[in-house]
């Protein structure tokens, strides 16, 4: 059976190399590039896989490779490594069509978790219609408030900026959060936001937040 592939970009090198041991010992194929520049360089010879990006890094950052990625065709399953607090970072990886994305410090079943569902991906070039009108049907049984807030989080904004701008406390906002991934059936902010951006939600037009129904 073929070996899944990670391709590791990141510019700390004590940290890829880590990463790619731990893969190699769960029966992953690895390579390391220092740069944005050097895995683009090794490109066309590199095998298809998954692509473990991290997004601080000198030169090219990791949202303008993965930008570049797409703008030339390569269909590869991007997981996003982010720094604390940068939730509008991958929010925008997650829009340019991340699989996945990780917050540093990440725990070793959160790595593995999300690259072996990465590196399971088929190519594919569109959305099935079958998985748009189910993450459809899932956002339709959102109340307003949990859309609003969930369309504060496709922004990348916090909890207590959601709060603000919808006149609640930070507090019920969690709550329409944790009432909104209960209700979509999934268990983390990034698969919240997968279906979000598959229903396209970030592009739906709903009232203002002023009267809103509950």
Known sequence: MKKPVCHIVDDD???????AFLLRTEGFETTTHASGEAFLQHLPDLPHGC?????RMPGINGLDLQHRLHEIGIDMPV???TGHGDVDIAVRA?????FDFLQ????????LTAVSAASQQPQRSARPANE????????????RREQQVLRGLIKGQANKVIAYDLELSPR??????ANAMRK???RNLSEMLHLAFLAELDSADLDSPAGAAL
């Not at 692509?51 to 997004?55: G, M, N, R, S």
């Open 172 to 177: 019920t906002v969690e709550l329409y959060r």
């Open 79 to 81: 997981v996003i490594v």
């Open 13 to 19: 090198a004590e940290v890829a190399e880590s990463t």
């Open 51 to 55: 692509i473990l990006l991290d997004v």
């Open 184 to 186: 979509l059936g999934v």
């Open 104 to 111: 540093k410090p990440f725990a070793r079943e959160e790595l």
């Open 94 to 98: 997650m829009k340019q069509g991340a």
């Open 132 to 143: 748009v009108i189910d993450a459809c049907q899932r956002i339709e049984r959102l109340t």
